[in-house]
């Protein structure tokens, strides 16, 4: 059984045999900050719910989280674009923190540590944010990808300002989720993987958290499908085990990235048995330089180290027909070493990608351009030298 009763600052339910107080704040506000202080000092929580998973968690509480950041390990593990895509939506919320003088998630950190302070207990309610990211990645088709990472890399470089009235409706909204209800309206099935699973995970974590009074610090935009979903019939843990579970990839997507270096096999030798061999020598030159040029022209807008532009240009052809590694991972990895970052880099990260400029300021910064940016010019080459592989014939 479940009752609802409201006040200024937050919902309080009957949940079963619990006392659940839900709290909407916007994630970077300075009045939810003091908000969430004040309500969990007037209501004494036995636990304290916050919608943040483990690493999240990790990197509001630890200063020293990017100085501690392995480069080459992200790079040797291919963790490289869930790290751009991590840096985007951290990025915008940055930007949106800037004019309010409020750090992203400050809100999350404060009810964490007043928590603590206090000596209650602490749960981390949000799903892993890795888990939801590489979810859409796996359940959306390819022309839907290409709108997400459109509208997730558009936000590294937009620049947005804030009328006085947009500021204030901080309060009542959560500006990330804000950002993902916009991909939602043009992708539902987004919209669900990001917006919706979530609010049953955290409503799941919420209801099921030690003690007889819950208190549960959440972005605004979540407030409404947490709070029907905790007045409704309690949650089937098979279905938390489902949307915690990162698809497969499909068939299709492990046969794809074969289909290219098939095809260019394919012509080459078809061009050697029933083509114009005379042709073999300039398809292979186009192949090289298509490929090589590209990668290497993508890292030189990147502002590359000389070495990681030859390096470009060297692995590109080869890396196009192997699969199993693109040339942005060379690229990259490259990069780390001869142009390491430095502690400054580390510790400046959040502030610097904040600014179009702070992007090829930063060597950090600049390895996920060089990663990102190679990627790019060497699919772009692959193509191109399809087109003249056609001449075999």
């Excluded at 409706?169 to 917006?195: A, F, H, N, Y």
């Excluded at 292979?284 to 330089?289: D, E, G, N, Q």
């Excluded at 693109?326 to 990260?349: N, Y």
């Amino acid at each position: 059984m479940t009752d609802l009763t409201e006040s200024g600052d937050y919902t309080r339910l009957l949940v079963d045999d619990k006392e659940v107080i839900l709290v909407g704040t916007a994630h970077i506000s300075q009045e939810s900050v003091d908000t969430v202080v004040r309500t969990i000092d007037e209501v004494v929580p036995d636990t304290v719910c916050v919608e943040l998973d483990h690493q999240r968690y990790q990197s509001l509480i630890n200063k020293q989280g990017w100085e501690s950041l392995n480069l080459k390990e992200v790079i040797k593990k291919k963790q490289v674009p869930f790290l751009l895509a991590n840096l985007a939506l951290s990025s915008y919320q940055k930007r949106m923190g800037l004019q309010t003088g409020v750090k992203p998630g400050a809100e999350l950190a404060a009810a964490a540590r007043t928590a603590e302070e206090r000596g209650m207990e602490v749960e981390l309610v949000d799903r892993n944010i890795r888990t939801t990211l590489l979810r859409v990645w796996r359940k959306t088709g390819l022309w839907n990808k290409m709108k997400v990472l459109a509208s997730l890399f558009g936000s590294l470089f937009e620049k947005q300002e804030l009328s006085e009235e947009e500021l204030s409706k901080l309060r009542e909204t959560d500006t990330l989720s804000s950002m993902l209800d916009e991909m939602g309206s043009l992708l539902p099935s987004v919209k669900q993987i990001l917006v919706d699973e979530r609010d049953v995970h955290m409503a799941y974590h919420i209801r099921n958290a030690p003690g007889e009074k819950i208190l549960a610090v959440v972005g605004a935009a979540h407030l409404p499908g947490i709070s029907r979903l905790l007045q409704g019939p309690e949650i089937d843990p098979q279905t938390i085990a489902e949307i915690t579970t990162i698809p497969p990839k499909t068939k299709l997507s492990k046969m794809i990235p074969w289909l290219i270096p098939a095809l260019v096999v394919a012509l080459f030798i078809g061009g050697f048995f029933f083509g114009n061999r005379d042709q073999l020598a300039n398809a292979a030159t186009a192949w090289i330089l298509a490929n090589g040029l590209l990668s290497a022209l993508g890292t030189i807008l990147a502002f590359g180290h000389p070495a990681t532009i030859v390096t470009a240009f060297i692995a590109a052809p080869i890396t196009s027909l192997n699969p199993t590694i693109g040339a942005g991972f060379v690229t990259g990895f490259v990069q780390s070493l001869v142009a390491a970052p430095t502690v400054r880099d580390m510790e400046h990260i959040g502030e610097d990608l904040v600014t179009f400029k702070g992007w090829w300021q930063n060597r950090l910064a600049r390895v996920l351009l060089v990663f990102l940016f190679s990627s790019i010019g060497s699919s772009i080459g692959t193509f191109v030298a399809l087109g003249w592989l056609k001449n075999l014939f």
